[in-house]
């Protein structure tokens, strides 16, 4: 279906957040141009989105928008954060893929020649996964192995997806992911819930070219929970089962302290002040128990105000293209 116009060269939209990157945006285009000189069968566009970077970075994409006509610059009122600016990049690309990268060269423009490569075999999502080398410092490494243990427990076993935010995606996918209207988001697990034909690509991340990495350890650890908070209420059934678990051990020991003294010895003798302290352990447990139950009804509603779409379409035969679904204007 994809290949269904194969004399109309297709285009390709190459979508970078920019959060002060003075230095790295003209070694990037730079180094994109040259990658893309080789794939001279498809039409390119880049979407530079500026996320109110306060150097120059605006300055440079302008000079850039000025030389070349297929530099498309979205600037944003202020800082969004690396995942709005992404979801305004790939709003604003119009390419029949999309793919998106970091601005700092961590993402090798050589690899986009197998993304596009996968692409042109079928794939409709196409991501790049950090190789078992790359270099990461000690805590964040710490950090993304606890994450991705975290998450794993938090969404009942379902394996997190790997891979980073350097992918492909086909305009079906894009058109997909605009349906997706929460706005805490995490722009590769969105796509990775999406579904579609997807395969991996692996490489080893280079060190960022210029500048310190924006995304802070805190900044990360906020996507963290982020993502696990909006991928589940298991954390909200947890306390419902801890709450059960204490609210029973109570009764139990409860139960004990009282039919002990009087049936088998009156050894088994707890003074009021014991007897107190579990009976308020008891207390404790009916009151998380009772947490948990109004969590799961909260755990409901968050579901429902994020307003996920309820499906997605991959393909549709015998249906005009404007039933497709269309990028909200907001
Ligand atoms: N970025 C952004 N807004 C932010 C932080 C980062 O658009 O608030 C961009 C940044 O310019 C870069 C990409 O997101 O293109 C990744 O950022 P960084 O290299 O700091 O993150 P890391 O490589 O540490 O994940
Ligand atoms: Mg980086």
């Known amino acids: 279906m994809t290949s269904a116009a194969p004399s109309k060269t297709r285009l390709v939209s190459i979508v970078v957040p920019i959060f002060n990157e003075e230095k790295n945006i003209e070694p990037l285009h730079r180094a994109l141009q040259d990658v893309i000189s080789k794939l001279g069968d498809l039409r390119w566009e880049y979407v530079f989105v500026d996320d109110g970077s306060r150097d120059d970075s ?47 060269l961590q993402h090798p423009p050589t690899l986009l020649l197998e993304l596009v490569a996968k692409w042109r075999e ?20 710490a950090s993304s192995t606890v994450f991705r243990w975290l998450a794993r427990l938090f969404s009942g076993g379902r394996p997190m997806e790997e891979g980073t935010d350097y992918r492909l995606i086909d305009k079906k996918v894009r058109a997909a992911f605009l349906l997706v209207r929460e706005r805490r988001r995490a722009y590769r697990q969105i796509v990775d819930w999406l579904g579609f034909k997807r395969v991996t690509v692996e490489f080893d991340a280079a060190e960022r070219f210029e500048g310190k990495p924006t995304y802070s350890l805190s900044k990360l650890w906020d996507l963290a929970i982020d993502m696990i908070v909006s991928h589940s209420s298991v954390p909200l ?34 003074t009021p002040l014991a007897q107190a302290v579990v009976f308020n352990t008891l207390l404790i447990g009916i009151l998380l128990t009772a947490i948990g139950v109004v969590g799961l009804y909260v755990g409901r509603i968050h579901e429902e105000v994020l307003a996920r779409p309820l499906f997605t379409v991959r393909a549709t035969l015998n249906v005009e293209e404007s039933v497709l679904p269309k990028p909200y204007d907001r």
């Open 58 to 104: 605006l300055l440079i994409l302008a000079k850039l928008a000025e030389q070349y006509s297929g530099v498309k610059v979205i600037s944003l009122a202020r800082n969004f954060g690396k995942e709005l600016a992404l979801t305004a990049g790939v709003t604003y690309a119009a390419g029949d893929a999309i793919v998106t990268m970091d601005a700092d």
């Open 237 to 270: 059934r947890l306390l419902l089962y801890v709450g059960l678990l204490i609210a029973t051990a109570s009764t139990l020991s409860l139960a004990w302290m009282f039919l002990a003294f009087y049936f088998i010895s009156p050894k088994w003798y707890y």
């Open 122 to 141: 079928g794939a409709d999502v196409v991501v790049a996964a950090r190789g078992a080398t790359a270099k990461k410092s000690i805590a964040r490494r």
